[in-house]
Every structure is written in C-alpha cells, then in structure tokens.
C-alpha cells in the first residue's frame, strides 16, 4: 500500500484545512487508517483512526471536536478536516495504515506510512 499525503501548509490561526491522503496499491475495505502528527522537538502522536469499510472513527482526545477523520471509498481517499486551527496544530502530518478491523492509536501498529505534509499555523 502506498499512502501520499498533501493539503499542508500555513494557515491562519483559527482558520481551517483539509489534509488529503492518497491510497493506492494492494489496498482492502478491512484496513484501518490513520492520522498522526510530529511537531517540532516533539515524537510523533496519534490523531485519529478510521475503519476504512465501517467508517467507525477514534480521536485523540486533544483533537476532539475541531478534527475529522473521513474517507472516499470511489477516490481511495483519506482526508482530515481540522477547524479552529490553533499554534500547537503545527505540525507534519503522516498519514498510516494496516489492515485490520481494530481502530488503534499506537504507531507501532501501522505498517504503511506515507511522506507526511506540513501544516503551519500562525498567529
């Protein structure tokens, strides 16, 4: 499976963005895919999950309610709405995958990754 992220870039702080992240490859309805992101001097945090055939989502509580996981089954898209952008949103964001029907945070579990795309957030 290969994942292609995109849709970063500087935003205004309480503006708000989509992020997109292309599929492609040997992918299947029984995966489960994934936003994470890194923001400078950081490690890498779980955002939000989805299940790619059910749709059933988990966030990351600092996320909830200004981020939306979502997906496009006909475009094999995985797309991250974020509202309300705020400076500690600054970050790259990587967008996972696996197969499985279990929605998990731990990056460890993923076993695609793509490129990741920058987001920067000003005041």
């Known amino acids: 499976v290969q994942l292609q992220a995109s849709g970063g870039g500087l935003v205004q702080a309480g503006g708000s963005l989509r992020l997109s992240c292309a599929a492609s490859g040997r992918t299947s309805s029984t995966y489960v895919l994934g936003w994470f992101r890194q923001a400078p001097g950081k490690e890498r945090e779980f955002v939000a999950c989805?299940?790619?055939?059910?749709?059933?989502?988990y966030y990351a509580d600092s996320v909830k309610g200004r981020f939306t996981i979502s997906r496009n089954h006909i475009k094999d898209t995985l797309y991250l709405q974020i509202q309300n952008l705020k400076l500690e949103d600054t970050a790259v964001y990587y967008c996972a995958a696996r197969e499985g029907t279990v929605l998990r945070a731990a990056e460890s579990w993923y076993a695609y990754w793509g490129q990741g795309t920058l987001v920067t957030v000003s005041s």
């Open positions: 989805i299940y790619w055939r059910g749709g059933t989502t």
